[in-house]
């Protein structure tokens, strides 16, 4: 099964870019990789989704080299209200059925 | 569209008690996850229901139950509640089963007293 790592916390401050690593070494060929964040008392929000190279939506963008194994979050010029619990996802098959495993969450705190 | 929407909010109960939790999904969407979540342990998958049947289940002990309706609604249960109960549960619905691309609920906050 495809565990997934992350930093468990990162501090930057406004106007800044910021760039989360996830490592899914086990990640299997069907797989793709989503991220979500989350902020207090409310359920993880969708970022964005790859499977391989780049994704760049008006949110963020997502870089996953050839072999997958890692991908990282890019957050351009972030501000104060990006501070949050980014999540790294991978889908994972096992016993003939898809089992979604988040990682351990990455907290972003943005100073001004 | 509406989002996926849980209820109740809020909830209190003490040890030994019952408690069922309800789950909207997005208008179309027939998969619903559900997920505990607590400050020690991180987001944890306890289940998923597509069609009415349960296709996925983690690592929890069998308290812990849910089921899903024909609307694609969803409860899930938890008897015989212990402290360790207390947390934020969330659901999740999505277009198809194991799908990647979940939307969440803003979830139940249970304290088990």
């Known amino acids: 099964l495809a565990k997934t790592t992350q930093p468990i916390s990162m501090d930057s401050y406004e106007g800044q870019e910021v760039n989360i690593t996830c490592s899914h070494n086990?990640?299997?060929?069907?797989?793709?990789i989503t991220w979500y964040q989350q902020f207090p008392s409310q359920g993880p929000r969708f970022i964005i989704q790859?499977?391989?190279t780049k994704v760049t939506n008006e949110v963020a963008s997502l870089f996953i080299p050839a072999d997958r194994k890692s991908s990282t979050l890019s957050l351009p010029r972030v501000s104060l209200s990006d501070t949050a619990v980014y999540y790294c996802?991978?889908?994972?098959?096992?016993?003939?059925?898809?089992?979604?495993?988040f990682g351990t969450g990455t907290r972003l705190l943005v100073s001004p | 569209k509406a989002g996926v929407t849980q209820t109740p909010r809020y909830l209190i109960k003490t040890r030994g008690q019952q408690v069922t939790l309800s789950c909207s999904p997005i208008?179309?969407?027939?998969?619903v996850s559900w997920y505990q979540q607590t400050p020690g342990q991180g987001l944890q998958f306890l289940f998923e229901?597509?069609?009415?049947?349960?296709?996925n289940k983690g690592n929890f002990p069998g308290r812990f139950s849910g089921r899903q309706f024909s609307n694609s609604r969803s409860e899930m249960n938890v008897s015989t509640l212990e402290l360790g109960d207390s947390a934020l549960y969330l659901c999740?619905?999505?277009?198809?089963?194991?799908?990647?691309?979940?939307?969440f609920g803003s979830g139940t906050q249970l304290s088990v007293l």
């Open positions: 790859g499977y391989k």
């Open positions: 996802l991978v889908g994972e098959r096992g016993t003939g059925f898809q089992k979604l495993v």
């Open positions: 999740a619905s999505s277009s198809r089963q194991g799908a990647e691309k979940l939307f």
């Open positions: 229901y597509f069609s009415e049947t349960q296709r």
């Open positions: 086990n990640i299997a060929t069907n797989d793709y």
């Open positions: 208008s179309g969407h027939r998969s």
